[in-house]
C-alpha cells in the first residue's frame, strides 16, 4: 500500500488549496479514505472522510462547510478541496486507509495559511 499526498503550500487567509492522494498496492474503490492534519504541537486530527463510493462524506466541525472530500476511483485518487482558508487551518495533512486491520498514512503535504 502507498498513499502519496500533494498540492499544499503556501496560501494567503481566504484563499484556496486542492489537496490529492495519489494511492496504491490495494483496491482503492473499496476502502473508505481520510484526510487527517497535525499542527504543531497539537494532536492529529481527522478533519474529513469518505465512503468508498464517494456517497457519503463526514467532516469535523473545524473545517465544515469550507473543505470537501471527493474520489475518483478510476484514477485511485482522494482529493481536499480547502477554501476560505484561515492561519489555524496551518499543518501537515496527509491521507489515511485502514487495510485489512493495518493503518496506511501518506507522506504528508505542508499547508501554510499566513500574510
Known amino acids: 500500500v502507498q498513499l502519496v499526498d500533494s498540492g499544499g503550500g503556501l496560501v494567503q487567509p481566504g484563499g484556496s488549496l486542492r489537496l490529492s492522494c495519489a494511492a496504491s498496492?490495494?483496491?482503492?474503490?473499496?476502502?473508505?479514505m481520510s484526510w487527517y492534519r497535525q499542527a504543531p504541537g497539537k494532536a492529529r486530527e481527522q478533519v474529513a472522510s469518505?465512503?468508498?463510493?464517494?456517497?457519503?462524506?463526514d467532516y469535523s466541525d473545524s473545517v465544515k462547510g469550507r473543505f470537501t472530500i471527493s474520489r475518483d476511483n478510476a484514477r485511485n485518487t482522494v482529493y481536499l478541496q480547502m477554501a476560505m482558508l484561515k492561519p489555524e487551518d496551518t499543518a501537515v495533512y496527509c491521507c489515511?486507509?485502514?487495510?485489512?486491520?493495518?493503518?496506511?498514512w501518506g507522506q504528508g503535504t505542508q499547508v501554510t495559511v499566513s500574510s
Open positions: 498496492g490495494f483496491t482503492f474503490s473499496g476502502y473508505f
Open positions: 489515511h486507509v485502514r487495510v485489512r486491520g493495518t493503518h496506511y
Open positions: 469518505i465512503s468508498s463510493s464517494g456517497s457519503n462524506t
